[in-house]
């Protein structure tokens, strides 16, 4: 991992904390939840019960929009919308900051980890082009100054990947760096944050 990323991922450490006390005297802010688990691990189903009293949420799937050239990935896709209440809207994007601040009703972000993967893809993290590094941290704080401000119940859901092995390649452990950075400033920045281990829940304080 370069110096420079090296800074931005304990600059993300904070940041959730600096933006509550930035917005401290501002609107009020409806819940945030952050709902953290390992693969397979019962993390989404959870954030789902969630809101499963209302019928008017948008799920914001944050993963490639699936095509013809995927059928596995396609029937996956479409198996996960099925199992939705049919009150559901879903909205695929990468554009999390939009979503956030032009939302009218609860949300639920399916997932972090997800996303960071995209916007590492979108800034040019992997072949390291010139100024990837400003880039991704542009976006990391434009996320996290929109779920600093969102007025509307919002459960995030994202990977834990503080309880792994280091990583055997560079863009891994970029991965791994960038999302833990991220889901330390999103704790931060939330009135909920639940730790989901193999479909059991434990509350962090």
Same mark, same amino acid.
């Given at each position: 991992?370069?110096?420079?990323?090296? $800074?931005?991922?304990?600059?993300?450490?904070?940041?959730?904390?600096?933006?509550?006390?930035?917005?401290?005297?501002?609107?009020?802010?409806?819940?945030?939840?952050?709902?953290?688990?390992?693969?397979?691990?019962?993390?989404?189903?959870?954030?789902?019960?969630?809101?499963?009293?209302?019928?008017?949420?948008?799920?914001?799937?944050?993963? #490639?929009?699936?095509?013809?050239?995927?059928?596995? =990935?396609?029937?996956?896709?479409?198996?996960?919308?099925?199992?939705?209440?049919?009150? =559901?809207?879903?909205?695929?994007?990468?554009?999390?900051?939009?979503? %956030?601040?032009?939302? $009218?009703?609860?949300?639920?972000?399916?997932? %972090? !980890?997800?996303?960071?993967?995209?916007?590492?893809?979108?800034?040019?993290?992997?072949?390291?082009?010139?100024? =990837? $590094?400003?880039?991704?941290?542009?976006?990391?704080?434009?996320?996290?100054?929109?779920?600093?401000? #969102?007025?509307?119940?919002?459960?995030?859901?994202?990977? $834990?990947?503080?309880?792994? #092995?280091?990583? !055997?390649?560079?863009?891994?452990?970029?991965?791994?760096?960038?999302?833990?950075?991220?889901?330390?400033?999103?704790?931060?920045?939330?009135?909920?944050?639940?730790?989901?281990?193999?479909?059991?829940?434990?509350?962090?304080?």
């Amino acid at each position: 991992m370069s110096k420079r990323l090296a $800074e931005l991922a304990a600059n993300r450490l904070d940041a959730g904390a600096r933006l509550l006390r930035r917005y401290a005297d501002g609107p009020a802010t409806a819940d945030r939840t952050l709902v953290l688990g390992g693969v397979r691990s019962g993390k989404s189903r959870h954030a789902e019960l969630l809101l499963a009293d209302r019928r008017d949420v948008v799920y914001v799937a944050t993963g #490639v929009p699936a095509t013809a050239g995927d059928p596995e =990935w396609a029937a996956r896709v479409a198996a996960l919308q099925a199992d939705r209440p049919p009150t =559901w809207r879903t909205v695929e994007t990468a554009d999390l900051a939009s979503s %956030l601040r032009e939302a $009218e009703g609860p949300l639920l972000v399916d997932c %972090l !980890g997800t996303w960071v993967s995209r916007v590492l893809d979108d800034v040019g993290a992997w072949d390291r082009r010139r100024g =990837w $590094e400003h880039r991704l941290d542009e976006r990391l704080t434009d996320f996290l100054d929109a779920w600093a401000q #969102v007025t509307v119940p919002v459960v995030a859901v994202s990977n $834990e990947v503080g309880s792994g #092995v280091v990583p !055997g390649t560079a863009s891994g452990r970029v991965f791994r760096d960038v999302l833990g950075a991220l889901n330390t400033s999103v704790a931060a920045g939330s009135e909920s944050v639940l730790l989901v281990v193999a479909g059991r829940t434990l509350a962090l304080n």
